[in-house]
Structure formats: C-alpha cells, structure tokens
C-alpha cells in the first residue's frame, strides 16, 4: 500500500517561513494536495494539485512536488496558520491517501 | 453558500447499525462526486468511501467493504453512509466532502459527525 510521511511537528518563529514535507514514492508523479485543519475544526483545502491556491487562501501558502518529496510552504507565518496540516494523494492500488499529518507551531 | 451539514451520528454498540446523512446546498450536487473522510479521535484523516455523479461507481477503504454502504440522491441533494456490524475502531468524527472527481482533491467539507462504537 501506498504511504505518505510527514513530520510530526514543525515550528516556526512569527513571520519567518515553514516548510512542511510530505514524503512518498515517486510522489513527484502524482497530484498532492494539502489541507489545514484546525482544533475541532474541519479541513480545509489549501493547496491543490501541487501548487494551486483555491481562492481565498492566501498567497503565502505555496506547494511543490518533485522526485519523492512535495511540500508546503507558508511564509511570513502568522499566529492564525497553527494548525495540523495534511497531504493527500491518489494512488491506483490503495485509493485516496493523507498523510500522517504535520503540527505547524508559530512561536 | 456552498455547505455540507451531517447528521446521524450517536452512541452505537459493537455489532450495531448506523446511517449517516449529508446534506448539501448551495452547489448542483449531482455534477460532483462525494467522498466520505473520518478522523479517530487525536488521530489523522482517513478516506472511507467515494461516490461517482450517478451513483454509479463506488469505492471503499479496505477496513469497511463488505460493512459500510456509500449512496446518494440527487433528487433530495443528499449523500448517506450505512454503517453495519460496527466495531470500537470506527468510533471518529465523520465528514462528507464534495470531490472534483475520483481521484482529485476534496474542496468543500462539512463540519462533521461524531460516530461511538462502546458498550
């Protein structure tokens, strides 16, 4: 079955940039979209089909996919970006896939 | 506005039945596909199930075939899970969400409903 990984954690001073990866085989030949789900809050989509922002979300949140890794950006990190965030694929033999979640912390 | 509300869940006891609703407004829901994605409590998300426009194809995550049932009507712009022979590790929050297709990205959600499987 087909697997993503992502950092338990990551923190992040205000202002300054995270980066949050989500690693998987040849991830980089596959659509990654990422979610942000705040507490007792359902997720919202934030970047799809690797890089594209929905409308509303802002330009600070990016996404890249390449070789085994794609990630997700957020820069000049505010207090309102902490939150779990989540990459999810689509793979031909195990379906839909997330990842197992990353805590963004703004310190 | 585009919403999905759920409803249905409760407190069910293993081996017990269930029937989860979505209702959904502000969008044709029959041009979409829909999924449903739960959460085990402190836990990450899952995928539970996809539904195609017509009804017509639906997929399940392995933990739930042959138990769980994925359907819709359009008629009633409304998406439903039947859950049968419940067990303890399907106790999570239940979200339905509109997906852009089978295999794409999940753009509107729900704000869920919460499933418990105890005696």
């Known amino acids: 079955s087909y697997e993503l990984t992502q950092p338990l954690s990551v923190s992040v001073a205000l202002g300054q940039t995270a980066r949050i990866t989500c690693g998987g085989n040849?991830?980089?030949?596959?659509?990654v979209h990422w979610y942000q789900q705040k507490p007792g809050q359902a997720p919202v989509l934030v970047i799809y089909?690797?890089?594209n922002r929905p409308s509303g979300i802002p330009e600070r949140f990016s996404g890249s996919n390449s070789g085994n890794t794609a990630t997700l950006t957020i820069s000049r990190a505010q207090a309102g970006d902490e939150a779990d965030y989540y990459c999810?694929?689509?793979?031909?033999?195990?379906?839909?896939?997330f990842g197992t979640g990353t805590k963004v912390t703004v310190l | 506005e585009v919403q999905l509300v759920e409803s249905g869940g409760g407190l069910v006891q293993p081996g017990g039945s269930l029937r989860l609703s979505c209702a959904a407004s502000?969008?044709?829901?029959?041009?979409?596909?829909m999924s449903w994605v739960r959460q085990a409590p402190g836990k990450g998300l899952e995928w539970v199930a996809n539904?195609?426009?017509?009804?017509?194809?639906?997929y399940y995550v392995d933990s739930v075939k042959g138990r769980f049932t994925i359907s819709r009507d359009n008629a009633k712009n409304s998406l439903y899970l039947q859950m049968n022979s419940l067990r303890a590790e399907d106790t999570a929050v239940y979200y339905c969400?509109?997906?852009?297709?089978?295999?794409?990205?999940?753009?509107?959600w729900g704000k869920g409903t919460t499933v418990t499987v105890s005696s």
């Open positions: 089909r690797d890089s």
């Open positions: 539904i195609k426009q017509d009804g017509s194809e639906k």
């Open positions: 502000g969008f044709t829901f029959s041009s979409y596909w």
């Open positions: 969400a509109r997906a852009l297709g089978y295999d794409d990205y999940m753009d509107v």
């Open positions: 040849n991830i980089g030949s596959k659509n």
């Open positions: 999810q694929v689509w793979d031909s033999s195990t379906a839909c896939v």
